[in-house]
């Protein structure tokens, strides 16, 4: 388990100065041909979008740390309304893996689109924001996911199992969609060249997974000992908005850099 | 219930009798399964047959008598009659081996027994191979029973809880199980006089001691009287919780027994021993040990450590 499987950005490899592509950020729209005569050196991205690779693996792994740690935590908040069953941890495992793929997926096409790092802020703030506020969002909606069968039925066997997957991902699919997006958003970032894409890439997706293992064993073994479950999710709400100020911030372009001349 | 289906002590037709002749001191595995929550395990030995869930004993049985060889702590959910003596229905979480079950069949037939268990595997063995019959007052549903309260509109006069499970890496307790928002909704479920029975694990000063303080005082936010009662034989110790705001003293509660065994209320032979287990004055340290919320319920936490 775990964000692991960041795809590594190789769609684009258009030229610094089209900007053209209008409007289709759509994945899978860009098949663009990809020049066959790329000389290993081609440059990725513009100059002045360039970020270094340790920020941007600080950055990949306060979000595996965070995604992680919403999983184990939501896994126990479930409890209170559909029980501990198997049935629970096995929705979230499984939602939080397709709101990895989803936002792989999209945070990948978004970075080719984009290519700013203060984009995500815009992202993540309404994320945190979004975190810190589950103690207050989820309650109804887990209460009509439950209270929509009819009391002294037994739930029939399919929504036993479905409905802890659907009170999952109304809570959980959101933060760690967005959450996802920053690893292929970031390989897109600090990749310079092409001939660098796999150790870049090899960098941020590792960084992410650490993060990822610290935040399993972080909230497993430390935080739900010791914080309230609501404490919990507005500490790591807290953590994305801060991760959402260091996108702002860290944005290479704000500052001005020396322009320089690709390939 | 009808007679036909009745779990007896006086019923030598018994299905478990003829494995009877097989059993031996060396242990014969009879069956063997993994659900999602556990390796389930049936085994006779020396007479009695065992229930292991992941290698730890859950439930004992004698073969020649299937109302014996049980573990002390379930003679201790018959203590709600000490409050009511008009018991009609009861609630438990937890099935098991089906010792409960299958006294409250036998002593006590009149009496509605409504069973709720997660796991479908442990129904079916509890069926198979420990005399759990289902009839008229005798119920077993597949749920969580936090979930299960939740949606459900009756009222019960006892509810008994025996979810905990155990192994070698020590006592788990379901967390949800063990709030103060669970208990709010177990009291809500209740009659006026409604009583409930917990069996927790652990000791009540050392062992898990900071656990059992916890659902001690967790218990005692929700309902005006929490009387402590600990197993002789076993690390176990059972918690009663009454609606009821007025104590009762050991004398009363020792008196109370008597006219229940005389008056063949209670029939289960030892009865007045349980109630002598009572520890009228929980432990000083206690009073340090925290309220469980669905919020902060540390449970794992309080369980790896003494006190």
Redesign the interface.
């Known amino acids: 388990m775990g964000p692991s499987a960041g795809k590594p950005d190789r769609s684009k490899d258009a030229p610094p100065g089209t900007r053209a592509r209008g409007g289709t950020a759509l994945p899978g729209a860009g098949t663009s041909s990809l020049p066959r005569s790329a000389p290993s050196e081609s440059s990725l991205t513009s100059p002045r979008a360039r970020l270094r690779p340790l920020p941007a693996a600080a950055i990949a792994a306060t979000g595996g740390f965070a995604i992680l740690v919403l999983e184990i935590v939501g896994a126990?908040y479930l409890?209170?309304?559909?029980?501990?069953?198997?049935y629970v941890w096995v929705s979230q495992i499984g939602v939080v893996m397709i709101a990895l793929a989803a936002g792989y997926y999209v945070g990948g096409a978004l970075a080719d689109r984009w290519q700013q790092l203060r984009r995500l802020a815009w992202l993540l703030w309404p994320t945190g924001l979004f975190t810190i506020a589950i103690?207050w969002l989820a309650p109804p909606v887990l209460d009509w996911i439950?209270?929509r069968?009819p009391?002294?039925e037994?739930?029939p066997p399919l929504w036993?199992k479905l409905d802890p997957a659907l009170g999952s991902g109304v809570i959980f699919f959101f933060p760690c969609f967005i959450l996802a997006m920053l690893s292929p958003y970031l390989i897109r970032l600090t990749s310079q060249q092409l001939s660098h894409v796999g150790r870049v890439s090899g960098l941020i997706i590792a960084a992410s997974t650490v993060g990822s293992i610290a935040g399993v064993f972080v909230a497993g073994y430390v935080l739900?000992?010791?914080?309230?479950?609501?404490?919990i999710f507005r500490w790591t709400g807290g953590l994305i908005l801060l991760l959402g100020g260091v996108c702002w911030w860290a944005e290479p372009g704000a500052k001005t850099v020396p322009p320089e001349t690709s390939s | 219930m009808r007679p036909g289906s009745q779990v007896g002590p006086g019923r030598p037709g018994w299905l478990l009798v003829a494995v009877l002749s097989v059993a031996s001191a060396t242990a014969q595995v009879v069956f063997e399964a993994t659900s999602?929550?556990h390796n389930i395990r049936v085994e006779d030995s020396g007479g009695l047959r065992l229930l292991t869930f992941d290698g730890t004993l859950q439930t004992r049985m004698s073969l020649r008598n299937p109302l014996e060889g049980h573990f002390e702590y379930i003679e201790y959910f018959h203590l709600p009659w000490l409050w009511n003596t008009q018991i009609a229905r009861v609630l438990m979480i937890g099935l098991g081996g089906g010792s409960a079950q299958r006294q409250w069949a036998a002593y006590y037939p009149e009496v509605y027994f409504e069973t709720v268990e997660?796991d479908p595997l442990v129904v079916q063995v509890a069926q198979q191979y420990f005399g759990v019959r289902e009839g008229p007052n005798q119920r077993v549903?597949?749920?969580?029973?936090?979930?299960y309260l939740?949606?459900?509109?009756?009222r019960w006069d006892v509810l008994l809880v025996d979810a905990y499970t155990e192994n070698r890496y020590g006592a788990f307790i379901?967390?949800?199980?063990a709030?103060r928002?669970f208990f709010e909704l177990a009291r809500d479920r209740l009659t006026t006089n409604g009583i409930v029975a917990y069996n927790a694990i652990g000791t009540l000063n050392a062992w898990q001691s900071d656990v059992i303080g916890s659902l001690y005082r967790t218990l005692r936010e929700v309902f005006p009287q929490v009387y402590l009662f600990p197993a002789q034989t076993s690390q176990n110790i059972v918690l009663v919780a009454t609606r009821d705001s007025r104590r009762r003293t050991r004398l009363e509660l020792e008196q109370m027994a008597r006219v229940l065994q005389t008056s063949g209320r209670v029939r289960m032979p030892g009865f007045l021993s349980r109630v002598r287990a009572l520890r009228e004055e929980p432990p000083g340290h206690f009073a340090r040990c925290g309220v469980l919320?669905?919020?902060?319920a540390?449970v794992?936490?309080l369980l790896t450590r003494g006190r």
């Open positions: 126990r409890a209170k309304d559909f029980g501990s069953s198997f103690p439950v209270n069968h009391a002294d037994p739930i036993q739900v000992d010791h914080l309230g479950l609501s404490a | 999602p929550y997660i549903v597949v749920e969580d029973g936090r979930m939740r949606r459900s509109r009756q379901p967390y949800h199980l709030t928002e919320t669905d919020d902060f540390p794992d936490g």
